[in-house]
């Protein structure tokens, strides 16, 4: 990331509340076949989550400490903040001098972009607004939260907005926190109503929704030039697993999650002709 940082763009999506088993399981099945094509031999990297709920895994992630391998480590991280005697900061890794990883890129030359979903990123109320005031811009409406059956479609459509509005010479981190897997999610499959609520077939089905359009922002995002992509989910989330509905609670199917990390190619320039 040493070398990353300054020259390619970032792209950080958390897939918000998707369980790893339901990932995992869709892959192998190809039934996330845009998703699938970009992960390392076509499987999702099974990682323990930093925190149970959104609020807690995102505050760790914007300090560096993404979802961690789930073997025993330590693991070197890609980003952190300069601290004596860290034993996951190694050579190749990002240091900054800032408390957070979003206020480092910033002071790297970055334009720091947020596009929230869940009501952590919402602005309304001082606990909506402390996430995405770590960026430089955000953005959020009502068509990007969690009641809004096209949410990820709204959210692509302004991330794509935001890179076509940047200076080909500005970096750009981009940040889009994916709400259509967090309940209420029922609306994404077919047949399903209010009445029978969501379920695990239901999450499913959001996350294949969220298949058929994150074609759009991976395009925007390596629209410039090459783009390091990090995609994973901040927690997951039970469906009467044990008797468990819900996140904020300490059940593996909340603790583990799935990760990935991968470039995506910028543009290919057309040789000059002379």
């Not at 399981?25 to 996330?32: F, N, Q, W």
């Not at 009502?142 to 794509?160: I, K, L, N, Y």
């Not at 009445?195 to 759009?216: F, K, N, P, Q, W």
């Not at 395009?219 to 468990?244: E, F, K, M, P, Q």
């Amino acid at each position: 990331m040493s070398t990353v940082v300054g020259t390619d763009d970032l792209l950080l999506v958390t897939l918000d509340t998707l369980r790893f088993d339901v990932a995992a399981e869709l892959a192998a099945a190809g039934r996330i076949p845009n998703l699938a094509r970009h992960l390392p031999d076509g499987v999702w990297e099974k990682r323990h989550a930093p925190g149970s709920f959104t609020y807690a895994s995102h505050q760790a992630i914007f300090a560096g400490f993404l979802p961690t391998p789930a073997a025993p480590g330590p693991h070197p991280r890609l980003f952190a903040a300069r601290f004596t005697g860290s034993e996951t900061t190694a050579d190749g890794t990002f240091v900054y001098d800032s408390p957070d990883l979003v206020t480092g890129l910033a002071a790297a030359g970055y334009r720091t972009v947020c596009v929230g979903g869940v009501g952590f990123f919402n602005g309304q109320g001082p606990l909506g607004t402390v996430l995405p005031g770590l960026f430089q811009e955000s953005h959020w409406e009502p068509e990007f939260g969690v009641a809004s059956p096209t949410s990820f479609e709204a959210q692509v459509d302004r991330a794509e907005q935001v890179v076509a509005g940047l200076p080909h010479d500005q970096r750009l981190f981009l940040f889009v926190n994916v709400s259509a897997l967090h309940q209420p999610n029922w609306f994404h499959l077919p047949g399903a109503t209010r009445e029978t609520g969501d379920s695990r077939a239901t999450h499913a089905a959001a996350l294949e929704y969220v298949d058929r359009h994150i074609g759009r922002l991976f395009a925007a995002a390596s629209s410039r030039r090459r783009c390091l992509a990090i995609v994973c989910s901040d927690h997951g989330t039970a469906y009467g697993d044990d008797g468990y509905t819900g996140h904020r609670l300490g059940h593996e199917v909340v603790w583990t999650v799935p990760y990935a990390q991968f470039f995506l190619p910028g543009p290919v320039r057309a040789k000059d002709s002379r």
